[in-house]
């Protein structure tokens, strides 16, 4: 829930700022914030899953960023699209940590279903 | 101790959507605003088109003033030839000569072309295949011109011995002014040899056909050129007299 005010709030303070970014810097935020999004979405994962490392999370989303930032200024230096990299392998991490969180929210409710079931029913052989 | 970490970490995640919201909304702002900007370019060429069209009008004025001079001049050159055997010979020289370079305005039997560009399908994926070219327009009046023709015009402009036609993007250019497709070919001479030469197997209409350039090609029987209207100024080729003439070729 705070996740989604955060976001807001970031919206809303993005719309109102008075800076715009120059043209030529566009594709480095644009990578930037598919590392921050891709980052964004692991660390909501990784606290549903109840393994979040705070370490772990800050050094991957500033680390991840300045990697793709990086490879966008190296692409653009040899003359290929090398952003891309950073485009791919963001989007697919993404998929698959919205998949996660899927997969951990709808079992978890299964789980507390099951809990239920197992309270109102004590026949624990059976249920198996 | 691990409550407050959590809570840390709840701050963190929160901190980084906040920044992922924030950066979301700034390249939206900033790719909107660019294409703005793009706008704004697409009006500074409105504003040069007109600067354009101003100076052309200026051009026409000046045009304007050139013919009156060359009325003077014929008038000049009338008074001179009164009276004089030699002088009405010259005359008529300077008349015939006129046709033949286009300072006159000429009117008889011809053939109107139209080119216009294709309107087929893309399916070679080379745009240009299916545009019109400067080559495709000269090789229509060579071909005009091999057949008989007498006088030619593109789109009004004069066909002189100096005239080039020439690609410039995606405009032609004429005698130093530009046109656009479609492309209006005015041709004097025998309206049947001019037609069929145009329109024979193989010939300029069937292959820029097979590429969907549409050439439309119709006789009439009476067509108005009119004379160029520029200035004629040789700057390097000079006039040699008779006598040297022979010592050159010799």
């Given amino acids: 829930m705070l996740e989604i005010i955060g976001l807001v709030a970031g919206l809303l303070v993005g719309l109102f700022?008075?800076?715009?970014?120059?043209?030529?810097?566009?594709?480095?935020?644009?990578?930037?914030?598919?590392?921050?999004?891709d980052s964004a979405l692991g660390g909501f994962r990784a606290r549903i899953k109840g393994e979040f490392n705070?370490?772990?999370?800050?050094?991957?989303?500033?680390?991840?960023?300045?990697?793709?930032?990086?490879?966008?200024?190296?692409?653009?230096?040899?003359?290929?699209?090398?952003?891309?990299a950073a485009v791919v392998v963001f989007g697919t991490r993404m998929f698959q940590n919205f998949a996660e969180i899927r997969r951990q929210l709808l079992?978890?409710?299964q789980k507390s279903d099951k809990i239920k079931q197992d309270v109102v029913s004590p026949q624990p052989e059976d249920t198996k | 101790?691990?409550?407050?970490?959590?809570?840390?970490?709840?701050?963190?995640?929160?901190?980084?959507?906040?920044?992922?919201?924030?950066?979301?909304?700034?390249?939206?702002?900033?790719?909107?605003?660019?294409t703005a900007v793009d706008d704004t370019s697409a009006s500074r060429l409105e504003t040069l088109q007109s600067l354009y069209n101003e100076a052309l009008d200026k051009n026409e004025g000046l045009e304007q003033q050139l013919a009156q001079a060359q009325q003077e001049l014929a008038a000049y050159?009338?008074?001179?030839?009164?009276?004089?055997?030699?002088?009405?010979?010259?005359?008529?020289?300077?008349?015939?000569?006129?046709?033949?370079?286009?300072?006159?305005?000429?009117?008889?039997?011809?053939?109107?072309?139209?080119?216009?560009?294709?309107?087929?399908t893309n399916v070679t994926g080379d745009e240009a295949d299916y545009?019109?070219?400067?080559?495709?327009?000269?090789?229509?009046?060579?071909?005009?011109?091999?057949?008989?023709a007498e006088a030619v015009s593109l789109n009004g402009e004069r066909i002189m011995a100096t005239s080039e036609i020439r690609c410039t993007g995606a405009v032609v250019t004429v005698n130093g002014r530009r046109y656009a497709a479609p492309y209006v070919i005015f041709?004097?001479?025998?309206?049947?040899?001019?037609y069929n030469a145009l329109t024979m197997r193989n010939g300029v209409v069937?292959?820029?056909?097979?590429?969907?350039?549409?050439?439309?090609?119709?006789?009439?029987?009476?067509?108005l050129i009119t004379k160029y209207n520029g200035t004629i100024d040789y700057q390097y080729a000079q006039i040699l007299p008779p006598e040297s003439q022979e010592e050159v070729m010799g």
């Fill in chain 1, 107 to 109: 079992t978890s409710r």
């Fill in chain 2, 131 to 148: 545009l019109i070219h400067d080559s495709d327009i000269m090789s229509v009046i060579n071909e005009l011109r091999s057949a008989g």
């Fill in chain 2, 1 to 34: 101790m691990n409550k407050r970490r959590k809570s840390k970490g709840e701050v963190a995640v929160v901190v980084v959507c906040a920044v992922v919201g924030f950066l979301v909304a700034i390249q939206l702002k900033s790719v909107k605003l660019n």
């Fill in chain 1, 54 to 84: 705070l370490h772990v999370f800050l050094s991957g989303t500033v680390g991840n960023a300045a990697i793709a930032a990086f490879l966008t200024w190296l692409g653009q230096k040899l003359g290929i699209p090398l952003y891309l």
């Fill in chain 2, 187 to 194: 041709a004097i001479g025998d309206p049947t040899t001019l």
């Fill in chain 1, 17 to 37: 700022a008075p800076w715009t970014i120059p043209s030529q810097w566009s594709l480095y935020v644009a990578a930037g914030l598919l590392a921050a999004l």
């Fill in chain 2, 77 to 120: 050159r009338e008074q001179a030839a009164a009276g004089d055997e030699t002088g009405e010979a010259l005359k008529t020289e300077i008349e015939h000569l006129q046709v033949a370079a286009g300072m006159t305005d000429v009117t008889g039997p011809g053939v109107t072309v139209v080119m216009e560009d294709s309107s087929q």
């Fill in chain 2, 206 to 223: 069937d292959v820029l056909g097979q590429w969907g350039i549409s050439v439309k090609v119709t006789t009439s029987d009476q067509l």
